[in-house]
């Protein structure tokens, strides 16, 4: 279905690939299987040693310039389209993979979003559906490719899909079963506003038809007229909810109950909260409560996600580099009662700290060490109550240094930036491999 789609669309038409990373690559080697295009050609930022014979490229800081010389453009989620460049702005459609396999599978997928959790959450689905046998792929921004998952789709598959904002963006169809985790501040250096990054987020369920369902996390949303589907809402400690988490070790759904492993690996209240969820999607999808409560006990948490690295120096190291969000660094200290030195800090994106800076004037945790970029705007906006207990390195090898002279023997050193890596890391996991491997030094 989804190769048939993609050839349509691109027949006799001037198709560029805006943005060459996994995602572009595992695209454009379906266009070149289909065919019927009339040109192809890449356009990126950086130069591409790589590309298959008879692609046009179009490099350089300018490359958005070649979407005016095409007839579809399919966008890359990192891409920021600039000034000029909008959709409402060129005469081109500008569409996305991501878009293009929600046509092609909106009944069969189940499309997971929200500014934290939502990786876990589909992770978790996909293994609870695999361990009871349901057919399931998993895909999307979690770092599969939709485009790499054609072969493994037959009609009975459940298609678990994490949806992040990048891919939601521009995207006009929303899938049949949507989950909207959280809202956070986050990516205000892309988006510009806060209204205008949840704008984007609704898109996952803007779309939905009736018929359709949403399970939603987030207050107030979705507004009134904004969504057609059946919404049922997840609310912690709600025994009225249609899904919600009693006393942090029940899973609850319309009446159904679920008493989670005391010993499960996923680590805070915040991951028995996604648990809870998983419960009620697979509940939909007939899984007997059986098979989810093995399911959630065999599972083992993704890297970088409030993980433990080991015992080093005498210090217990926690590796939670996913976090980027003020939320996330309060959810971590918060499951980690034993923590004595936490490392905060990388991009600054704009983002406001004060939710962050309160909390930490009320918890106990004696060390706080301050990084980069965001670090110094922490430590300008810190209250006086809190500067005693604050520390500032200017990177992750000197914070790491600095941590093994002050963590109590026995306690817990703790990487949850409350921000972005992009000013000095690629992504997220070089972060955490880097913490880990100076914590193990």
Known sequence: MLLKLLKDTAADRRVLLLGYGREGRALCKRLMQVGGYAALGIADAKEIADAPDGVSLHTGADYQDAMRDYDIVFKSPGIVLTDGHRPEQLPCRVTSLTELFLTAYRSQIIGITGTKGKSTTSSLLYHVLQTAGVPSVLGGNIGIPTAELYEQITPETVIVTEIGVHQLEYCHVSPKTAVFLNLYEEHLDHYGTFEYYAFCKENIYRNQQPGDFLLCGQPGLPAEGDCKAEVIRFEKDAPDADVTLLNGDTAQYRGETLRLPDDMALTGVHNRCNCAVV???????????????????????????????????????????????????????????????????????????????????????????????????????????????LSYADALPEAVALAKKITAPGKICLLSPAAASYNVYQNFEKRGEHFQTLAKE
């Open 279 to 389: 419960f009620a999607l697979a509940r939909r999808l007939g899984v007997p409560s059986a098979e989810i409560l093995r399911g959630i006990q065999s599972f083992q948490p993704l890297p970088h996600r409030l993980s433990p690295v080991g015992t080093f120096h005498g210090i217990r190291w926690y590796d939670d580099s996913i976090s980027t969000a003020c939320e996330t660094c309060i959810q971590a200290l918060s499951s980690l009662p034993d923590t004595d030195t936490v490392l905060i800090g990388g991009m600054d994106r704009g983002i406001s700290y004060q939710p962050l800076l309160d909390y930490l004037v009320q918890s106990p945790v004696p060390h706080i060490i301050l990084m980069s970029d965001s670090g110094k705007r922490i430590m300008s906006e810190a209250p006086d109550v809190l500067r005693p207990r």
